[in-house]
């Protein structure tokens, strides 16, 4: 069985941020990640901090992630 770009980003993404954020692709083909918590403060959302991040590819997808991970930082967030 062959697999796409798109199935193997789709996949590396999902494995590098599991437990964190969902990941998926819309049909219109932009990329999306939820975040796993149930929601996030006023003083996190004022830090930058997003629920759901969305690109245009992969690539951007994981640039937006890693900002998001760095916004966190050793603050923890709430659980699921």
């Known amino acids: 069985m062959r ?3 798109e199935d193997a980003a789709y996949s590396q993404l999902s ?3 599991a437990g964190r954020w969902s990941v998926w692709r819309s049909d ?7 975040r796993m918590t149930r929601s996030l403060s ?3 959302m004022d830090r930058g901090l997003i629920m759901t ?5 992969a690539e951007e997808l994981r640039a937006l992630l890693m900002v998001q991970e760095g916004l966190a930082g050793s ?4 659980s699921p």
């Open 15 to 17: 494995s590098e941020y």
């Open 75 to 78: 603050q923890p967030l709430p």
């Open 3 to 5: 697999f796409s770009a």
């Open 42 to 44: 006023r003083i996190q």
């Open 53 to 57: 991040a969305c690109g245009e590819s």
């Open 28 to 34: 219109a083909g932009r990329w999306y990640a939820t």
